[in-house]
């Protein structure tokens, strides 16, 4: 059984405050193209479920990236804040909007779209693109 405690963070200028009840403490990192286009960079992420509480919530924009999921962020500062399945509402949170998160890293996702550019020296589970879909995409 995962880990999971209460968490409480903050977009950059503060004005998107959020509360989640179950945060996961395994720290993942996503190397897919549109990750690392939203934060410049592989985004590093918590699993936070359903049960969130946002506040702010007139300056949260929302872009819809795929017919899966889409992305929220802070209209004010620009914090990429959350990846957000559509299905049934389920929230992955940048790690870094939370105050002193105690985190493992142990999982990296799109791994068959990293870069070579870079590397993580962690021993992590890796998925590819592929296994990533069969795991955790919508069944109909």
Not at 27 to 41: D, M, Q, S, Y
């Amino acid at each position: 059984m995962k880990k999971t405690k209460a968490v409480q963070g903050s977009c950059l200028c503060g004005k998107i405050k959020v509360e989640a009840q179950e945060m996961h403490q395994n720290l993942g990192a996503c190397h897919c193209v549109t990750c690392r286009k939203w934060v410049a960079g592989p985004f590093l992420t918590v699993d936070c479920g359903l049960n969130v509480k946002i506040t702010g919530e007139e300056n949260l924009g929302i872009f819809d990236s795929s017919e899966w999921a889409d992305r929220g962020f802070c209209k004010n500062c620009g914090t990429s804040l959350f990846y957000r399945f559509k299905q049934n509402q389920h929230y992955i949170f940048s790690s870094e909007i939370f105050d002193e998160p105690e985190l493992v890293f142990d999982h990296q996702v799109f791994i068959d779209h990293k870069p070579s550019y870079y590397a993580f020296s962690n021993k992590t589970k890796d998925m590819t693109a592929q296994e990533v879909f069969e795991a955790f995409a919508p069944k109909e």
